[in-house]
């Protein structure tokens, strides 16, 4: 997204992490996946066999006919589940948070939506595999900083381009004017919070004033070839929003600011509203759920907002929310811990979300968020082959992941982590000189 100097220093970092990101290389095919546990999520579970064609889910459950030719994998003992979705991180955008070559999650200015993430994805980002391999097969990667910082996509982990990995969902983000302190370190007096507030909310109320008003001349424009409009990339982009065309997702993470987002939106009357990051969403989830406002929460593993708060106050966040009646999915807002997600679901389980809800945070809700509901986040049939087979709950730290697919491709068990592992466990006792 931001042209950075030093590009053959980056070319190279990129080059040396290609290199040890994959070595072998994801397949398409027929691929039948036999005596199994198939965990749908939409449709309880069922016994039996899986079978994959034209990178969808050709069939499923107990006699499906194998075709001639297909590739068969006993899965005695393991379980199929849909492969899971973060619901907002950095993967493909940041590879190494102190080397600013490497960091391409933001863009110069307070007010850039029309800058697309999509085109700063690093498909061979080291993180990409690392990911995938904990059943992470899916992830919206988010526009950093700034009042309207871009717009976020959804991509598959799996891809050479882009474009390949592109998944299907775009949602404009946005950042709420917080009158929170941004830290420990925030010396800046309430006079001076209150005062930035006022002036964020002016910018942020201006700038949909115009996309307004711009939403107005370009529907009169369509109609009308003869009326003339000037070439205006940023209100473009958020016309879509305005006229119920694209999502606005709305980073908001104090209950102050949650009421305030709720309202704004209320007078606005924004058709497409969801509300991210809501650390303290639990304060105010009857307000949430009463606005009908779907939310992704997240990180779990994370410390309370407040002093006073109790230490489970983020582990229980999703799951209160949740019990409220709000439609909860959950992220990481990471790129090399975004393989953590499912412990971030397995932490909301414990603390009051329940196993089932927190399996379909990760998988169908986020889906039905980006309005994907249809191609992913359940295994049914005709729906895309993205999937995992696992030993055992994938919320588990024990749990390995036998086989994985996106789109698809059968893709190898493969990352940098993995081949770290494999070189110092079979490491020669010394060096010869």
């Known amino acids: 997204m931001r042209n950075k100097s030093g590009f053959l220093i980056l070319f190279m970092l990129l080059a040396a992490t290609a290199l040890s990101a994959q070595v072998a290389k994801p397949r398409k095919g027929t691929f039948a996946l036999t005596n199994a546990t198939i965990e749908t999520i939409t449709n309880g ?12 889910i050709a069939a499923m459950g107990a006699s499906v006919t194998i075709p001639a030719g297909a590739e068969t994998f006993d899965c005695s003992g393991l379980t199929i589940y849909p492969g899971m979705i973060d619901g907002g991180s950095s993967v493909g955008l940041s590879e190494v948070s102190s080397i600013s ?23 061979n980002g080291a993180a990409i595999p690392v990911t ?10 988010v526009p950093q900083n700034g009042l309207l910082p ?10 050479y381009t882009p474009d390949q990995m592109y ?17 420990f370190f925030d010396q800046r007096s309430e006079e001076d919070i209150k005062k930035e507030v006022e002036r964020n909310q002016k910018a942020m109320n201006e700038v949909f004033d115009q996309a307004a008003l711009f939403a107005r001349i370009d529907s009169a424009a369509q109609k009308d070839p003869s009326l003339k409009k000037d070439f205006n990339p940023e209100m473009q982009a958020l016309a879509k929003v305005v006229r119920g065309e694209l999502p606005l ?64 106050a983020p582990y229980a ?30 932490f909301a389980a414990a603390y009051g979300m329940g196993r089932e809800a927190a399996l379909r945070a990760v998988t169908i809700v986020p889906a039905q968020i980006f309005g994907v509901d249809k191609e992913m986040g359940s295994l049914e049939v005709g729906k895309d082959a993205t ?15 036998k086989y994985l697919f996106i789109d698809g491709y059968l893709v190898p068990i493969d990352s940098r982590h993995i081949q770290l592992y494999n070189e110092f466990l079979n490491r020669a006792t010394g060096v010869e000189k």
């Not at 307070?110 to 800058?115: A, F, K, Y």
């Not at 871009?150 to 891809?159: D, P």
């Not at 983000?173 to 929170?180: D, H, K, Q």
């Not at 209950?255 to 639990?282: M, N």
């Open 101 to 123: 070559l490497t960091v391409d999650n933001d863009e110069i200015g307070d007010i850039t939506p029309q800058m697309e993430a999509l085109t700063a994805v690093n498909p």
């Open 45 to 56: 579970a069922q016994k039996g066999t899986l079978l994959i064609q034209n990178g969808k």
């Open 167 to 183: 998944a299907g969902a775009k949602v404009m983000a946005m950042n709420f004017p917080s009158a929170g302190r941004r830290g």
């Open 387 to 401: 999937l995992f087979v696992s030993t055992g709950d994938p919320f588990e730290t024990k749990t390995l992941i």
């Open 249 to 312: 997702m709305i980073e908001v993470n104090s209950a102050e600011d949650i009421k305030a987002a709720i309202k704004w939106v209320a007078e606005r009357k924004l058709k497409r509203v969801i509300f991210s990051g809501v650390a303290e969403g639990w304060r105010v989830a009857e307000e949430i759920a009463k606005a009908g406002i779907p939310v992704i929460t997240g990180p779990v593993l994370a410390l309370p907002t407040r002093a006073s708060d109790p230490y489970d």
């Open 150 to 159: 871009g717009t976020a996509a959804l991509i598959n982990l799996v891809g």
């Open 132 to 141: 995938r391999v904990s059943g992470v097969t899916t992830t919206l990667v």
């Open 317 to 346: 966040n999703p799951g209160l929310m949740h019990k409220a009646g709000v439609k909860v999915a959950l992220r990481t807002s990471s790129a090399e811990n975004a393989r953590r997600l499912p412990y971030n679901a397995g």
